[in-house]
């Protein structure tokens, strides 16, 4: 489980004073907690929904880091590829984009997709079978292209 490795790194970045670490891994840890406490969670988190949390922090921080840069906020931009980089650790290998598109096109050709108007389908089975290796809007980009 990903959440006891979290618990043994904080206290490594603890003993190291790592403050940028520390931020990302006790943001994780937050995030996790939160997830427990949900309704519905009483016996815990598996593995998939931890990494679910992990791309969705990811997210949050790289759309953040986004508007740090176009407003030249240096500061904070840095901060939050700081986080990044703690938080990607702990995601699976995120595939190259020729490997992604290796397997839209196994999934058009099995569906036998032939218009945008079977993206949806097409983007079910993509995201199911990339779960965690690939980034949703470069999914979805690929399916566009590959379906127009």
């Known amino acids: 489980m990903i959440s006891t490795q979290i618990d043994q790194e904080i206290k490594q970045a603890m003993l190291a004073k790592d403050q940028a670490k520390l931020r990302g891994l006790r943001a994780i840890k937050a995030a996790f907690l ?40 240096e500061d904070l931009f840095k901060v939050e590829q700081e986080e990044i ?11 190259e984009r020729a490997e992604i598109e290796a397997v839209v096109s196994k999934i058009v050709s099995e569906t036998g997709a032939t ?10 089975l993509a995201n199911k079978e990339l779960a965690g290796k690939a980034d949703g809007k470069l999914i979805g980009e690929i399916v566009k292209l590959q379906l127009s």
């Open 34 to 73: 939160l997830a427990k406490t949900e309704k519905g969670q009483a016996d815990g988190i598996d593995q998939e929904t931890e990494i679910k949390i992990l791309q969705k922090l990811v997210k949050q921080r790289k759309e953040s880091a986004t508007i740090y840069k176009e407003q030249g906020r």
């Open 85 to 95: 980089d703690v938080i990607s650790h702990f995601l699976p290998k995120q595939l």
């Open 115 to 124: 218009s945008v108007k079977d993206m949806g389908k097409v983007m079910g």
